[in-house]
């Protein structure tokens, strides 16, 4: 009975915490976009997080944006965090149809976005995340005034 009450209290840990930290252009193919997304990572558990992979979509206005995958592997430590780095492509497409979608509501000035994604382990198939908030444009957005 003992044992079993501790292997039930290993299995209610907090969900990570997840935001972006940094996005950093790379060099495209053709019309597609491609760019770098920093993820920092906290881990509010007292076991650490192995990892050997990395999956994330990135979606605007409540439609599918971006998506992309690295074989990076890593820990994030126990009450600690980790920055992780996964390159996003944003096909032509989706990038037009976004495009479209800001000029036809450039009055609002922002735009709800929501990352999912999932640290991939072994055993178990890993961990989920997700972070959502609103993406807000400068003054007279992209467009103009």
Not at 54 to 66: I, K, P, R, T, Y
Request: glycine content about 16%; overall charge neutral.
């Amino acid at each position: 009975m003992v044992f079993w009450l501790g292997g039930c209290a290993g299995l209610s840990q907090d969900p990570l915490r997840v935001s972006v930290a940094g996005i950093e252009p790379l060099q495209g193919e053709g019309m597609e976009m491609r760019f770098n997304v920093k993820l920092r990572v906290q881990n509010p558990n007292d076991a650490p997080v192995e990892f050997s992979g990395v999956s994330l979509q990135l979606d605007l206005n409540g439609q599918s944006f971006a998506s992309g995958v690295s074989d990076q592997s890593g820990v994030v430590p126990r009450f600690g965090e980790a920055v992780i780095v996964v390159p996003l492509t944003v096909p032509a497409f989706a990038a037009v149809r976004q495009a479209f979608a800001f000029a036809g509501s450039a009055q609002a000035g922002s735009f709800p976005y929501e990352v999912r994604g999932r640290l991939a382990s072994g055993i178990g198939g890993g961990t989920r995340f997700v972070d959502h908030g609103k993406l807000s444009l400068p003054a007279g957005g992209p467009l103009g005034p």
